[in-house]
């Protein structure tokens, strides 16, 4: 018997056991073998091991995949392109022999670039003083102990807090603040975006708003320091995310009630993923003005843990 033989009678005897039905077995005397149907659909009640079974004999034997019991007869919509262009994801890059393809790794050290710049942005001072931020610093002393002593980026320096005292308005409903955290290149592009409709809504709803503050080198928690210090009862802070490969430029808006005496985490509403890739700076800036809002009339941000 031929190899090509034993090939056509062992892919009979599988596909017969997977519910094909038996199929006129292979002989030494077959000169050429009947036309090869697909693998049939597997039994909606089948074992995930005869499903993984079907895969197997269906790329060991060139066939057409079947359908599983979690797909059935569904099909595509659209083309590959279709679903390729609703993601930034890296998906279908294809390959060169066991090499991504050039243009991928190229796309790739750029976005890690970028994303590498952005940990190590500033704020921009003629964007702060195009919104009247005053410009804070956190307790750190530079990037690098930014980076390796997070305690630090929690707490606004005694210097600043000098200049809170000096220049900030004590007791409104809100207080307005960034920080760069993670990307000050994120802060730079989307607040100037964002502020401009916060404000406008508070306005609108007659709620005194403090002296817009952005904090370098700072966390979240830096926020709520500042906050504290002007006594307003809710913090309204723009954060710069954590960069990734799809963006650099992410932020992320928390509004946080602060007339609590016990405080934790939970006790903070956030709305992630703000840029133009993701959420868009304006319905961000739209959400952030309706949890204030909102905020201010139940004295509460979050859940109760």
Same mark, same amino acid.
């Given at each position: 018997?031929?190899?090509?033989?034993?090939?056509?009678?062992?892919?009979?005897?599988?596909?017969?056991?997977?519910?094909?039905?038996?199929? +006129?077995?292979?002989?030494?005397?077959?000169?050429? +073998?009947?036309?090869?149907?697909?693998?049939?659909?597997?039994?909606?009640?089948?074992?995930?091991?005869?499903?993984?079974?079907?895969?197997?004999?269906?790329?060991?034997?060139?066939? +057409?995949?079947?359908?599983?019991?979690?797909?059935?007869?569904?099909?595509?919509?659209?083309?590959?392109?279709?679903?390729?262009?609703?993601?930034?994801?890296?998906?279908?890059?294809?390959?060169?022999?066991?090499?991504?393809?050039?243009?991928?790794?190229?796309?790739?050290?750029?976005?890690?670039?970028?994303?590498?710049?952005?940990?190590?942005?500033?704020?921009?001072?003629?964007?702060?003083?195009?919104?009247?931020?005053?410009?804070?610093?956190?307790?750190?002393?530079?990037?690098?102990?930014?980076?390796?002593?997070?305690?630090?980026?929690?707490?606004?320096?005694?210097?600043?807090?000098?200049?809170?005292?000096?220049?900030?308005?004590?007791?409104?409903?809100?207080?307005?603040?960034?920080?760069?955290?993670?990307?000050?290149?994120?802060?730079?592009?989307?607040?100037?975006?964002?502020?401009?409709?916060?404000?406008?809504?508070?306005?609108?709803?007659?709620?005194?708003?403090?002296?817009?503050?952005?904090?370098?080198?700072?966390?979240?928690?830096?926020?709520?320091?500042?906050?504290?210090?002007?006594?307003?009862?809710?913090?309204?802070?723009?954060?710069?995310?954590?960069?990734?490969?799809?963006?650099?430029?992410?932020?992320?808006?928390?509004?946080?009630?602060?007339?609590?005496?016990?405080?934790?985490?939970?006790?903070?509403?956030?709305?992630?993923?703000?840029?133009?890739?993701?959420?868009? +700076?304006?319905?961000?800036?739209?959400?952030?003005?309706?949890?204030?809002?909102?905020?201010?009339?139940?004295?509460?941000?979050?859940?109760?843990?």
């Amino acid at each position: 018997m031929s190899g090509k033989n034993l090939e056509d009678l062992i892919r009979d005897v599988v596909m017969a056991e997977l519910g094909a039905g038996a199929l +006129p077995a292979a002989s030494a005397a077959t000169v050429a +073998p009947p036309p090869q149907p697909a693998l049939p659909a597997a039994d909606p009640i089948g074992t995930p091991h005869r499903v993984a079974l079907g895969k197997k004999v269906s790329r060991w034997a060139g066939l +057409p995949l079947a359908p599983t019991p979690a797909t059935g007869a569904w099909a595509p919509a659209g083309s590959r392109g279709d679903y390729l262009a609703q993601t930034v994801a890296r998906l279908g890059v294809g390959r060169v022999g066991v090499r991504y393809r050039t243009d991928t790794i190229l796309s790739f050290q750029a976005d890690h670039a970028a994303a590498r710049d952005a940990v190590a942005s500033d704020l921009d001072p003629a964007m702060m003083a195009a919104h009247g931020l005053v410009h804070l610093q956190s307790a750190t002393r530079d990037r690098t102990e930014f980076l390796v002593r997070p305690d630090l980026g929690r707490t606004v320096s005694d210097e600043s807090l000098a200049i809170v005292q000096q220049r900030c308005l004590r007791g409104a409903k809100v207080q307005l603040a960034a920080v760069d955290g993670l990307s000050a290149a994120a802060i730079n592009k989307n607040l100037p975006l964002v502020f401009p409709v916060i404000v406008e809504r508070m306005k609108a709803a007659g709620v005194s708003l403090g002296t817009p503050c952005g904090i370098s080198r700072g966390r979240v928690a830096a926020g709520d320091h500042l906050a504290r210090s002007t006594e307003a009862d809710v913090l309204c802070l723009l954060v710069g995310e954590r960069p990734g490969l799809n963006t650099a430029c992410s932020m992320g808006i928390y509004i946080t009630y602060m007339k609590v005496q016990r405080f934790s985490e939970a006790m903070r509403y956030l709305i992630s993923n703000v840029h133009s890739g993701g959420l868009q +700076p304006v319905d961000g800036a739209n959400q952030a003005a309706d949890l204030i809002l909102q905020a201010l009339r139940e004295k509460r941000t979050g859940v109760v843990m």
